[in-house]
């Protein structure tokens, strides 16, 4: 059974300061991908990871994916407010399979 | 583009009645649509993936006949709650695929349902 375990559950950070958010899973993935989700709404998309390697960035939010380590990274440069949010990493086992298994969530608050 | 809609937005139901939720692709066809279920503070559960035409595929411990999905067309599915109970109460959130590169699923805004 495919797990997908991410850490911090919980982040509480400083307006400015950076941080990383870790989403590991246990069996071979040909894609990852990260989510955000606001209170009372629905996903986000934020990045797809599909291949060992792969960095990609989009404003202050940079995501890696380590295939044979079996770990992506969401990492936070010099947060502010509005990052505030749920964030989801989810795990497609092959893409043939098309199911997703979502992460934990890692609850991210910014305090000014 | 890749607009997913799902109406109602908020239904509040008494408990033994059934709840009809659909889901829309806007600006595309979805050939597979997928249903997820979210309780508070929790993660997504996927509970059955629905293709065109066929039958859905259902994950383990949904109970198919309780939650009734209908993929009627390439853009629409339909999950139905029969006999609705309060421990039914959650988020459900429908996603499509486009089918095009990379096929990732784009997400609807999600249906809040409360059963008294």
């Known amino acids: 059974e495919l797990k997908v375990e991410q850490n911090p559950l919980f982040l509480s950070m400083q307006e400015g300061k950076n941080y990383t958010i870790y989403c590991n899973y246990s069996?071979?993935?040909?894609?990852l991908y990260w989510y955000r989700q606001d209170p009372g709404k629905s996903l986000e998309s934020l990045f797809v990871?599909?291949?060992?390697?792969a960095v990609k960035q989009e404003g202050r939010l940079m995501a890696s994916l380590d295939t044979k380590a079996r770990l992506s990274t969401l990492h936070i440069t010099a947060a502010v407010h509005d990052l505030s949010a749920t964030y989801f990493c989810?795990?497609?086992?092959?893409?043939?399979?098309?199911?997703?298994?979502f992460g934990t969530g890692t609850r991210l608050t910014i305090i000014p | 583009g890749a607009v997913v809609s799902q109406h109602p937005s908020r239904v509040i139901c008494k408990s033994g009645t059934s709840v009809k939720i659909e889901c829309r692709s806007l600006?595309?066809?979805?050939?597979?649509m997928f249903w997820y279920r979210q309780f508070p503070k929790q993660s997504l559960m996927l509970m059955a993936t629905?293709?065109?035409?066929?039958?859905?595929?259902?994950e383990q411990g949904v109970e198919k006949d309780k939650f009734l999905i209908n993929h009627a067309s390439l853009t629409l599915s339909t999950l139905t709650v029969t006999s609705a109970h309060p421990e039914d109460s959650s988020f459900y959130i429908c996603?499509?695929?486009?089918?095009?590169?990379?096929?990732?699923?784009?997400f609807g805004p999600g249906t809040r349902l409360t059963v008294l």
């Open positions: 629905s293709n065109e035409g066929s039958k859905a595929t259902y």
């Open positions: 069996t071979t993935s040909d894609r």
């Open positions: 989810a795990v497609d086992i092959s893409f043939g399979n098309e199911k997703l298994t």
């Open positions: 996603s499509a695929k486009t089918g095009s590169f990379p096929n990732e699923q784009f």
């Open positions: 600006d595309f066809q979805a050939t597979t």
């Open positions: 990871l599909l291949s060992n390697g």
